[in-house]
């Protein structure tokens, strides 16, 4: 029985690498010829999850650098600024939801972006504090 078990394995596992190298063919990148000598297509498998996690995790944390870069220039109107920063919130957000930009993130997110453009908007903020103050 356990020989019978061993034959069914290595079939499938023979048509899990291939079809892991079939959905790798056309690739720009070099995943295929990094995993086409692994010996079983769970070693190919925990490869490529390892590769594409670390990746991910490098774009998402670039895409979130580039939120808190993205400032409103004075010649740019505000839809463009703000299509801006919708794509960048979507795209994190379509990389999962432990990257996805909260509703609180956001709002200071534009915030920052339109300080030095519109300081009116950001003093609406701090009517309080400016009320005491003057009296």
């Given at each position: 029985m356990d020989e019978a078990r061993e034959v069914l394995f290595d079939k499938r596992d023979r048509l899990a690498k291939a079809a892991i190298l079939r959905g790798l063919h056309g690739c720009k990148n070099?995943?295929?010829?990094?995993?086409?000598?692994?010996?079983?297509?769970?070693?190919?498998?925990?490869?490529?999850?390892?590769?594409?996690?670390?990746?991910?995790?490098?774009?998402?944390?670039?895409?979130?650098?580039?939120?808190?870069q993205c400032t409103h220039r004075a010649e740019q109107s505000m839809e463009a600024y703000l299509r801006t920063m919708t794509q960048l919130r979507q795209q994190l957000r379509n990389m999962g939801p432990e990257h996805a930009v909260s509703d609180a993130d956001m709002a200071c997110l534009l915030l920052m972006g339109v300080a030095m453009t519109h300081r009116e908007l950001i003093e609406q903020f701090d009517l309080g504090t400016r009320q005491r103050s003057s009296r």
């Amino acid at each position: 029985m356990d020989e019978a078990r061993e034959v069914l394995f290595d079939k499938r596992d023979r048509l899990a690498k291939a079809a892991i190298l079939r959905g790798l063919h056309g690739c720009k990148n070099n995943d295929a010829s990094k995993v086409c000598g692994m010996t079983t297509a769970k070693e190919m498998w925990d490869t490529l999850v390892s590769d594409h996690t670390q990746r991910d995790f490098s774009y998402a944390m670039l895409l979130r650098s580039q939120s808190y870069q993205c400032t409103h220039r004075a010649e740019q109107s505000m839809e463009a600024y703000l299509r801006t920063m919708t794509q960048l919130r979507q795209q994190l957000r379509n990389m999962g939801p432990e990257h996805a930009v909260s509703d609180a993130d956001m709002a200071c997110l534009l915030l920052m972006g339109v300080a030095m453009t519109h300081r009116e908007l950001i003093e609406q903020f701090d009517l309080g504090t400016r009320q005491r103050s003057s009296r």
